[in-house]
């Protein structure tokens, strides 16, 4: 099957292709594909999803950003910094999560970034606040949370054929699996879309973050679906998708020891640094499922996510 060409608005904010490197730290025949290099004001895989949507908003002549997200929210201080960037103004709805330091100073760089913040303290209340909000917002464009749309898909599309190109320009072998965090689906209904369309047979391996609210495969899926209707590929096969919950612990943004150990083996081992909501409990994930022989003899990839910038905040 030929690559689709993405023809859709698309704005660059970061540089392709994001390094992959082997990671014997992590695992025999692991490797890391590393989004957190991706993206200039703020790295990672929002910044991946913000170059499709935020072209969006600007073609369709819109004026302010609304989404939602946690205190800590990686997408909402992203589309902020990018939004304001492009001569957009931002409001975002933040509901409660635990609160620790990480937390803290996301929050301060959130804070200082000028977009509007309501603390709505709850889905329920977002909810129930979000036709006030819209109302007050000049000519308002809404992403949903963590922009998982499928056009903000796209970035991850465009990963998934970013990565066949390395694969078969020698940088790594084809990996059997991708392991990759799991918060509200984006990045893995991307990959889903993507990886068969870029020639590869790679299994992904979801990690949920995201508590009760986590996306149900099915529904992750039904993204990957929408996304490739962009592309008129609607009946293009999807990568296989197993969706693993064992590594959440009492829910979004609550540290668990298994996190912590892999924060500490990443830092040490392969110089990574992840962050206590997403990535730690992915790198966990990946050593307890690799210990098991739940991925096979590999090759595996970790696909990095995170991505902070120093004058992000």
């Not at 992590?26 to 170059?51: H, M, P, Q, S, Y």
């Not at 893995?188 to 879309?193: N, P, Q, Y």
């Not at 899926?221 to 612990?249: N, V």
């Amino acid at each position: 099957m030929t690559a689709p060409a993405l023809h859709f608005p698309r704005l660059e904010l970061g540089e392709t292709p994001t390094p992959v490197r082997a990671a014997p730290g992590l695992g025999a025949d692991v490797w890391i594909k590393d989004d957190g290099r991706f993206g200039t004001l703020w790295g990672g895989n929002k910044a991946r999803k913000l170059e499709w949507t935020l072209a969006d908003a600007l073609e369709r002549g819109r004026r302010t950003l609304v989404t939602t997200g946690a205190l800590g929210t990686n997408h909402g201080l992203a589309t902020a910094l990018y939004g304001r960037a492009h001569g957009l103004d931002v409001t975002l709805a933040l509901v409660d999560q635990p609160l620790d330091d990480h937390v803290r100073a996301q929050l301060a760089r959130i804070e200082a970034s000028g977009a509007t913040v309501c603390r709505t303290h709850g889905p329920a209340r977002t909810l129930a606040a979000a036709p006030a909000i819209l109302a007050r917002a000049r000519r308002p464009y809404y992403l949903p949370v963590g922009g998982s749309s499928p056009r903000g898909c796209l970035g991850y599309v465009d990963a998934a054929l970013e990565l066949g190109r390395q694969v078969e320009a020698g940088e790594l072998p084809e990996p059997t699996h991708l392991v990759v965090a799991v918060g509200s689906g984006g990045t893995a209904a991307g990959l889903l879309a993507g990886l068969p369309l870029a020639g590869l047979r790679t299994e992904v391996v979801g990690i949920a973050v995201y508590g009760k609210r986590t996306p149900s495969a099915r529904r992750i899926a039904r993204l990957a679906r929408r996304t490739l209707s962009l592309l008129d590929r609607k009946r293009a096969e999807l990568a296989p998708f197993d969706l693993r919950t064992d590594w959440l612990g009492a829910g979004y943004g609550h540290r668990t020891p298994e996190a912590e150990a892999a924060t500490r083996l990443a830092r040490e081992r392969e110089d990574l640094e992840l962050d206590p909501v997403y990535t730690s409990k992915a790198v966990a994930a990946l050593l307890d499922l690799r210990r098991d022989g739940a991925l096979g003899s590999g090759p595996v990839l970790y696909w990095h996510t995170y991505g902070p910038r120093r004058n992000g905040g």
